[in-house]
């Protein structure tokens, strides 16, 4: 736990809110953001953290939203990790009630779907930011940028599983080749 107390809380309140409203395709698309905040601007974590929490929250069954649950733990324990998923989930929830009632009065409407269209770039674009942050961060040598970038081009261009190419990058690891 690096800070205690109203005040770290409430920068974790703050600042998990304010970014939930940006997050345009769910928690990874802010990936950059929470980087910069949680790495450069508070040092809450070391770039090395920050890998390995993203590889946990990725790796186990939920939402993609426990990277920030598992930031707001190591700010302030388990009031952190509560604070930071309900302000991650609270403000992105309102909004995304509000808009769904909009939408559904809206049916016959051209707008929806020139917006929706128009977020696809955007999401696409922050989640391109966030595995370049999440590959910085973690890869520290040209065999790791190597298996990444083998890997990414096999996401890419084939239908094989995802898990597969986590499952061979850990086994990479773990035989110390990475």
């Known amino acids: 736990m690096n800070q205690t107390g109203s005040s770290s809380l409430w920068t974790v309140a703050w600042t998990f809110g304010v970014m939930s409203l940006f997050a345009v395709g769910g928690a990874n698309s802010a990936i950059p953001e929470i980087h910069r905040i949680a790495v450069d601007v508070n040092h809450w974590l070391t770039d090395k953290q920050f890998a390995d929490i ?42 995304a009630y ?3 009632r909009l939408l559904a009065r809206s049916t016959h409407a051209t707008w929806p779907g020139i917006v929706q269209a128009a977020l696809v770039p955007l999401s696409i674009g ?39 190419l986590l499952v061979a990058g850990g086994l990479l690891g773990f035989a110390g080749i990475l």
């Open 54 to 95: 993203f590889a946990i929250s990725q790796l186990s069954p939920g939402p993609n939203v426990l990277i920030v649950t598992l930031i707001g733990y190591q700010v302030a324990g388990i009031l952190g990790a509560l604070v930071a998923t309900l302000a991650m989930c609270g403000p992105t929830a309102v909004v």
């Open 98 to 100: 509000y808009v769904s």
């Open 126 to 164: 922050l989640m391109s930011a966030s595995g370049l942050i999440v590959m910085i961060s973690a890869d520290t040598s040209i065999a790791a940028y190597s298996v990444t970038a083998v890997a990414a081009v096999l996401a890419f261009a084939t239908r094989l599983n995802p898990l597969w």
